[in-house]
Structure formats: structure tokens, C-alpha cells
């Protein structure tokens, strides 16, 4: 069982930064990939950001790359989500995922936070 618990979101402007943090209460956090999803209004779902167990790989959209950073600390079992030049078309419920699995597969994760809303103004 794991469970997942979002942090961070907020309003900014567009050009701004925001730092999404992800806590996983799970008994081994280096059995499982770890990813970023959101979903924006009327959409679906979108893979944002992932990394592997080993924190070296991780995958991007092109919508998020070089602008998106993910990062994961063993030792506190969290993930991260460091956003930067954020656009108005960032603006969803960004949701923290796990799963045993590939990392860069939208399938893989099957726990999920609760979700943290992110709105950018422009």
C-alpha cells in the first residue's frame, strides 16, 4: 500500500516558478517509479514528468521539457516537481503517482495523492 500526499501548488504568474513536493508513506519508495500527471478542465489526464526507481532516468512531454525538473530523495521519500517558466496552459490539478513499472509508461502507476491545484495567471 502506498499513499501519496501533494504540497505546493498556489497561484503565480506566467514566468514564474513553483516547487511541487510529493511525501509517499510506503514501506521500500525505491521499489517504485515515481511521476507527475495533471489534468487541466474538459482534458485528460497528462504524463508530465517520471523517473525510475534509481532516480537516474527520468522522461518528459515535449509540452514540459527543459521548463520541468523531477526529482526524487530516497532518504525522505518525496518526490519533486520544480516548474519554471510556467505558462497559463500549465494551469491544472497536478497529481503525484506510483507504481512498480516502467516509469515513462502512463499504465504503470496505480497510487495516487489526492492532487495539487496549480494556476497560472498570464
Known amino acids: 500500500q502506498v499513499q501519496l500526499v501533494e504540497s505546493g501548488g498556489g497561484l503565480v504568474q506566467a514566468g514564474g516558478s513553483l516547487r511541487l513536493s510529493c511525501a509517499a508513506s510506503v514501506r521500500t519508495f525505491s521499489n517504485y517509479a515515481m511521476a507527475w500527471f495533471r489534468q487541466a478542465p474538459g482534458k485528460e489526464r497528462e504524463l508530465v514528468a517520471a523517473?525510475?526507481?534509481?532516480?537516474?532516468?527520468?522522461y518528459y512531454p515535449y509540452s514540459v521539457k527543459g521548463r520541468f525538473t523531477i526529482s526524487r530523495d530516497h532518504a525522505k521519500k518525496t518526490v519533486y516537481l520544480e516548474m519554471n517558466s510556467l505558462k497559463p496552459e500549465d494551469t491544472a490539478v497536478y497529481y503525484c503517482?506510483?507504481?512498480?513499472?516502467?516509469?515513462?509508461?502512463?499504465?504503470?502507476?496505480?497510487?495516487w495523492g489526492q492532487g495539487t491545484q496549480v494556476t497560472v495567471s498570464s
Open positions: 503517482a506510483a507504481g512498480p513499472g516502467t516509469y515513462y509508461n502512463a499504465r504503470t502507476y496505480t497510487y
Open positions: 523517473i525510475d526507481e534509481t532516480a537516474i532516468s527520468t
